[in-house]
């Protein structure tokens, strides 16, 4: 089955030019229950992992410490948005430690990015280590396949600046205004008006580059600690795949089971593919240097 997002509710770009600037692309990645192999892209899956390759584990010293949990791996070949990796690497691989008990404050996340050329795997490692124990069964992703689709974005609102961003948040404005004046006369919140912060800028659900949403912090400041350049958005682990603020980005089915019918907002099996849950419900963005992608990355819980 193929997912699609729908058209946006209008072109933004023709009310403001100025936004083409600032168009990015991203791929949406449309994780669904499947039985993916590490030859696959996927989340919640076996990784290409050498057998020789010592299993990483982690390095933070707290009472659980015990080997990573696997969390996803993308080849470049499936995924048109994921930043190019160092010294011809074609494979991202991601682990996490199943804890929230890191960082200064003692409740962050570990992640753990592995860049490798798939080509130079011969023999995979198996059975994988799993940690015996974890803090949150949602850092336990389902596994899935993906349905990668590239879509079009624009920055999160806050993130607009001078006069462009001023017209932005005008017009913001003006169609909350509309749609509250359009809500049906039994309050059932029927709103017709489109917003640019839920409908027209930064796609939910997880997804390689594209925009950053700041939902819960506001925009940041994410410079390399390696070299001082500025990070782009790597990945984007997200719990849902849209939220009741952003029901337009919805993926469709197409195919057989779409042309039967099958809608595909029913539940958390669509909404909630993978399980995995980030935060309060949240989304994890992991910034990497696009200058060299061997600087350590950066995270932020939104």
Not at 9 to 16: G, K, R, S, Y
Not at 35 to 43: C, E, F, G, I, L
Not at 144 to 164: A, K, M
Request: aromatic share 8%.
């Amino acid at each position: 089955m193929i997912f699609t997002t729908p058209p946006r509710p209008l072109d933004i770009e023709a009310l403001f030019p100025g936004l083409a600037a600032h168009r990015a692309t991203a791929t949406r990645l449309h994780p669904r229950a499947g039985r993916p192999t590490a030859r696959h892209s996927h989340v919640g899956g076996p990784l290409l992992w050498p057998a020789g390759e010592p299993w990483p584990a982690c390095d933070e010293e707290h009472p659980h410490s015990g080997p990573l949990l696997a969390v996803a791996q993308l080849y470049a070949r499936d995924v048109p948005d994921l930043a190019a990796g160092p010294d011809g690497c074609d494979l991202l691989q991601v682990l996490w430690c199943p804890f929230d008990l890191h960082g200064p404050t003692g409740h962050g996340m570990h992640v753990r990015l592995r860049w490798r050329r798939s080509a130079e795997v011969r023999e995979v490692l198996a059975p994988q280590p799993e940690p015996a124990r974890v803090g949150f069964d949602g850092y336990v992703p389902a596994p899935c396949v993906l349905h990668p689709e590239q879509v079009t974005e624009y920055p999160y609102i806050e993130s607009l600046t001078g006069e462009l961003g001023e017209r932005v948040e005008e017009w913001e404005d003006a169609q909350e205004e509309a749609a509250y004046e359009a809500e049906d006369e039994d309050g059932d919140g029927d709103f017709a008006s489109p917003s640019y912060q839920s409908d027209l800028s930064v796609a939910p659900g997880w997804k390689a580059g594209g925009h950053a949403a700041w939902n819960v912090t506001g925009p940041g400041s994410m410079d390399c600690h390696g070299c001082g350049h500025g990070m782009r958005l790597l990945l984007t682990v997200d719990s849902y795949e849209w939220r009741s603020d952003s029901e337009s980005w919805r993926p469709l089915p197409t195919g057989a089971a779409g042309a039967a019918g099958v809608e595909a907002g029913a539940g958390d099996e669509a909404n909630r593919p993978t399980g995995v849950a980030v935060g309060n419900f949240g989304k994890l963005n992991v910034f990497a240097c696009p200058h060299d992608p061997a600087h350590p990355h950066r995270l932020s819980v939104q």
